[in-house]
């Protein structure tokens, strides 16, 4: 994300959306983010690759779909909010139900670890979602700068607190031999 913001702060990669000019880096840098975050949900509870790899699908509709809903109008931009909505209810679904009962499976900790990130993701997630659905290109109920400023501040939570958690349960995943978050694209991501 901060190599996002310094392309966002040098204007580069930039599309006219309904209400001002946008940059396509922040979406970049979410894409990348979002998908090592997800990978690390997977791994921390032994998930499939289907599931790790649904859970990826879905969240990365979200924003994708939001800057679709900035950029058209009409019936591409009505298209684009219901991306939008399926996908917000695709990432709780996952995150709540398939995850959650892969977390039961594992260790104590490893599940209230899960827990602990799945609740700062999906109220980051949530208000990255509002923050871009009360924008000045969607409903108009801020300004350019307070949405970048919101989105800003939920990154830095979502950044630092995950990684934080993450790391305090670093000798947990280390003793129980937590795969590789990349496992689940390499192969099922189940541990033996």
Not at 30 to 49: E, H, K, M, Q
Not at 108 to 128: P, T
Not at 130 to 148: D, I, W
């Amino acid at each position: 994300m901060s190599v996002a913001y310094g392309f966002m702060s040098a204007e580069w990669l930039t599309v006219t959306t309904t209400g001002r000019t946008e940059s396509v880096a922040r979406f970049l840098g979410y894409t990348v983010s979002w998908s090592a975050v997800c990978f690390v949900l997977g791994a921390i509870v032994d998930a499939d690759r289907r599931t790790t790899l649904a859970l990826i699908g879905f969240v990365l509709a979200a924003p994708w779909a939001t800057l679709a809903s900035w950029i058209f109008d009409g019936t591409a931009g009505t298209v684009a909010s219901v991306a939008l909505l399926v996908s917000i209810g695709g990432v709780a679904y996952v995150l709540l139900g398939p995850l959650s009962t892969v977390a039961e499976t594992v260790s104590g900790e490893r599940s209230l670890l899960y827990e602990k990130v799945k609740n700062l993701v999906l109220l980051v997630f949530a208000g990255l979602i509002l923050t871009g659905a009360v924008s000045e290109q969607n409903l108009g109920l801020t300004g350019a700068f307070v949405g970048q400023t919101v989105a800003t501040y939920l990154d830095l939570i979502w950044l630092a607190g995950f990684g934080a958690i993450v790391l305090r349960y670093g000798d947990v995943l280390e003793a129980e031999e937590v795969p590789s978050p990349l496992a689940a694209v390499t192969s099922d991501g189940r541990s033996a």
